[in-house]
T-cell receptor, first 113, second 113 residues
């Protein structure tokens, strides 16, 4: 597709379960970001991948959160032992490089019940 | 601590009024981008300003980059309900070693008919 694709668009899970969120960036984009957005709030940076460099994980809120990017393309954000406070919209963005426009997916709305 | 501080955080005005929102930093940025996010969507780029003192216009929206490239403003003339949304500024810091796009926390704008 032409844009950033995220799946699933909505996910309801029970507290304590693990979830995986997927992001398909725009082909050729070397930079990939994950953000979390709580209702009515701004973007909370989670993790950043740039090419083959080590990812910047400085925004991950706890060790329950992890992400990987395979082959420099698709990325998966994994949340283990989900908690109710993890409920939010998780946004993925990609860009050609540091200085160019970030294109966002429509997000995954995660609800932990 | 936010590298980019946006103000105000919330703004609710009547249709037809003018408004300005601000994006400030103590650091120099290589460029600044402005995004708008509508409900249920990811942020979408409005404009990028690159040169200190640069002014760009997008219909009723005027964007300015500060001379020292540490701040930016967005002015909307004769606001309309369609301008409602979350406005985010973002940019790559110019200091050595800066590796990722940094976002402000956003200004949530509501235009009342």
């Amino acid at each position: 597709g032409a844009g950033v694709s995220q799946s699933p668009s909505n996910k309801v899970t029970e507290k304590g379960k693990d979830v995986e969120l997927r992001c398909d960036p725009i082909s050729g984009h070397t930079a990939l970001y994950w953000y979390r957005q709580s209702l009515g709030q701004g973007l909370e940076f989670l993790i950043y991948f740039q090419g083959n460099s080590a990812p910047d994980k400085s925004g991950l809120p706890s060790d329950r959160f992890s992400a990987e990017r395979t082959g420099g393309s698709v990325s998966t954000l994994t949340i283990q032992r989900t908690q109710q406070e993890d409920s939010a919209v998780y946004l993925c963005a990609s860009s050609l490089d540091l200085n160019t426009e970030a294109f966002f997916g429509q997000g995954t709305r995660l609800t932990v019940v | 601590t936010q590298l980019l501080e946006q103000s105000p955080q919330f703004l609710s005005i009547q249709e037809g009024e003018n408004l300005t929102v601000y994006c400030n930093s103590s650091s120099v940025f290589s460029s600044l981008q402005w995004y708008r996010q509508e409900p249920g969507e990811g942020p979408v780029l409005l404009v990028t300003v690159v040169t200190g003192g640069e002014v760009k216009k997008l219909k009723r929206l005027t964007f300015q980059f500060g001379d020292a490239r540490k701040d930016s403003s967005l002015h909307i003339t004769a606001a309309q309900p369609g301008d409602t949304g979350l406005y985010l500024c973002a940019g790559p810091p110019a200091f050595r070693g800066a590796q990722k796009l940094v976002f402000g926390q956003g200004t949530r704008l509501t235009i009342n008919p």
